[in-house]
């Protein structure tokens, strides 16, 4: 199913019908500051091993990110000392994704891990699934990691990300053309903290 949601103003009645099929165990594909992402309940363990099917990546062995609503929600599920916070609050809602080391209330998939990828991107549509949801989304690009390299024809489009995406998810959110540049990645679980991926976001260590 293709739904049209508008970034400036979401309507929550759309958002509403996406949050429950995220709790029914259901997959939403949606839009980021980056690239289109694949999203589900991070609480689902099934739906979590679904998305890992999809992009074809071991859910113990790979690492995860969740999307956060907000700093105050992250809090719950990272840990992060005055050095990190104060990097995070100067540059989130933001590109990037910052990894951090695993808060006690992260679902049972993490419970394994000593860190975790956070993303709060600068998208109203991202931003206001997960607060209708109420708790994280786990979240991956919809790129192909054999075409890393490659900008795929579908990857900016929601209509096309539908049609290869179709019969695999419940739901691809239509936000209007996506980056095809992912986040860029700081790690936060060592001093000094570094960059281990340059992406969309810009960012002075």
Known sequence: M???????????????RAADTLRDG???IYPTDTLYAIGCDAFNVRAVERICRIKGV??????????????????????????AFKLLKRH???????????????????????EVGLRIPDNAIARELVRTLG??????????PASEDEEPEYLTDPELIHEKFDGRVDIVIDGGIGSSEGSTVVDCTTQPFTI??????????
């Open 135 to 144: 708790g994280p989304l786990l979240t991956m690009s919809v790129r192909d």
């Open 26 to 28: 259901g997959l939403v």
């Open 2 to 16: 293709l739904l049209k949601i508008y970034p400036d103003n979401p309507n929550q009645k759309d958002l509403d």
């Open 92 to 114: 989130l809602p933001g590109a990037f994704t910052f990894i951090l080391p695993a808060g006690a209330d992260l679902p049972r998939i993490y419970k394994s891990r000593r």
């Open 58 to 83: 071991d859910p113990q062995k790979s690492k995860l990110s969740i999307v956060c609503h907000d700093l105050s929600e992250a809090g719950a599920y990272t840990r992060m000392d005055n050095d």
């Open 196 to 205: 281990l991926r340059q992406g969309r976001g810009a960012i002075d260590l």
